[in-house]
């Protein structure tokens, strides 16, 4: 484990959990990567104005937010749902600390913005929240649903802010209808890298894999809020969270020695997120993961690597990790570090033990595949295979601890014998339910101590 830190920037700290042992042939290694920061939200979002460029190698002060309203037609059914969506929303505006750059973007099938409406961002004070919540008072609902034009306002807008967070919010309670995915998959392209994007659907007549979709792509969260008058929470707490962020466009770089092949770098915890496809080279053997923004928090990665063959008594490094963030000249500055070893030796004992955080975290990446393959087996009509998956899944969420998993669970099944993974199909289960255990499938559990 190495930490790296400077007076006034926050702290990252980097632990390497593993077997590093290997049997005499042996090539597959093996890592959960567990990675904290400390001091990151102490300052709330707000622009350290206290702080010189020198307090802060590497990085600008400030943050800048946009919150994007789906005002199509759809959000007037019931009326209840653009009112929730108005208070939300004058929530989440309280909820900016003075100083913060933001913006309001009203979604239909093109998008406008409803606050300050002169095409880029007031600054969070007194005057600006209570102008923002009355210009929220002519939103209404009318239109049609084309997210990708909200988001490439969202990106033109957050570009004017010379800050280092940039991040946006999105709600909406309907399928994207009104552009077609290639035109959504290439607003998502075109904006991952410049902001982080947290992603709310209100009520169940919007798309699971859509917005999952966003948030993936756009390294957020993504949630169900089914009960419309359950936005206000939300929303404040989004916001909070995204005020906590002081350290933005990290990357997990991952060095590998001669021979030796990356087979995949997967986010874990607090959520399971597949980053191997993103991939950017850095360098000879080296590749950079992003991991987005960061606050006061701690993140867990599994890393993957097979290494060359060597003989009983031998060991290698068989993977540096860094944290890195680019400074205003492009040089990389290191934030944190920690390495993974491989040791050939003819104990079997030691070559065959499972490190507990590696199997524990196998196991919390299956259970999300096999909750997505069980629901869609569901949805297809073949039940033996959804009763299959659906159980495996029940019997991996009692054997970890991931008590909010097994709950959810709990209202698409009924459970018979969760430690077998017995259970039986409900013969009807609420839209909510089912949507609420998809989309939250990917949450995790840590380790138990």
Same mark, same amino acid.
């Given at each position: 484990?190495?930490?790296?830190? /400077? %007076? ?28 904290? %920061? ?22 600008? *002060? ?11 037609? %759809? ?5 209840? /749902? ?43 004070? *007194? ?11 002519? #939103? ?24 280092s967070i940039r991040h946006g919010i999105l709600l909406t309670d309907g399928r994207n209808e009104h552009e077609k995915p290639e035109d959504l998959r290439a607003a998502l392209d075109a904006c991952a890298g410049r902001f982080t994007c947290d992603a709310r659907g209100v009520g169940t007549d919007w798309e699971v894999k859509e917005l999952t979709g966003i948030a993936s792509a756009l390294l957020g969260s993504v949630d169900i809020v089914a009960d419309p008058s359950g936005l206000e929470a939300d929303f404040r707490q989004m916001m909070e969270t995204a005020m ?7 990357? #997990? ?19 399971? +997120? ?11 053997? &080296? ?10 928090? %701690? ?19 068989? &993977? ?14 290191? #934030? ?30 299956? #259970? ?7 629901? +869609?087996?569901? /949805? ?39 430690? =077998?993974? =017995?259970?039986?199909? /409900? ?23």
């Open positions: 484990m190495a930490n790296f830190s /400077k %007076s006034n920037v926050p702290q990252f700290s980097v632990d390497i959990y593993q077997n590093e042992f290997l049997p005499e042939g042996g090539r597959e290694v093996n890592a959960i990567v567990t990675v904290t %920061s400390t001091g990151g939200g102490t300052s709330g979002g707000l622009p350290l104005a206290s702080q010189t460029p020198t307090d802060l190698p590497g990085t600008r *002060p400030g943050a800048a937010v946009v919150i994007m309203v789906d005002c199509s037609g %759809s959000m007037d059914y019931p009326p209840t /749902k653009m009112r929730s969506a108005r208070d939300a929303t004058a929530t989440a505006i309280d909820t900016i600390r003075d100083g913060v750059a933001f913006a309001v973007v009203a979604g239909t099938h093109q998008a406008k913005e409803v606050y300050p409406a002169d095409g880029g961002l007031a600054v969070a004070d *007194p005057t600006t929240r209570h102008q923002a919540k009355q210009a929220l008072r002519r #939103l209404s609902a009318g239109g049609g649903t084309a997210i990708g034009t909200w988001l490439r306002l969202a990106d033109r807008l957050l570009s004017t802010a010379d800050v906590g962020k002081e350290v933005a466009d990290v990357a #997990l770089r991952v060095w590998t020695p001669q021979g030796a092949e990356i087979q995949y770098v997967k986010q874990v915890a607090p959520t399971v +997120e597949d980053l191997t496809a993103r991939r950017a080279e850095a360098g000879p053997r &080296a590749g950079d993961y992003p991991t987005g923004s960061w606050g006061d928090e %701690s993140r867990d990665y599994h890393v993957n690597v097979v290494v060359p063959t060597a003989g009983v008594g031998q060991e290698m490094l068989a &993977a540096r990790i860094s944290l890195v963030q680019p400074q205003p000249d492009g040089t990389p500055q290191v #934030l944190g570090q920690g390495l993974v070893r491989a040791v050939w030796t003819d104990d079997m004992v030691a070559s065959t033990r499972i490190n507990p955080q590696v199997a524990h975290y196998t196991g919390q990446a299956e #259970l999300a595949q096999v909750i997505q393959q069980g629901l +869609e087996a569901r /949805k297809q009509g073949d039940f033996d295979s959804a009763t299959a998956k659906l159980g495996r899944a029940v019997q991996l969420a009692s054997a970890s601890g991931n008590e909010d998993t097994a709950k959810l669970l709990a209202k698409v099944v009924d459970v018979v014998d969760a430690a =077998t993974g =017995t259970v039986r199909l /409900k013969a009807r289960v609420a839209d909510a339910d089912e949507m609420t255990l998809e989309t939250r499938s990917t949450k995790t559990v840590r380790v138990k101590k």
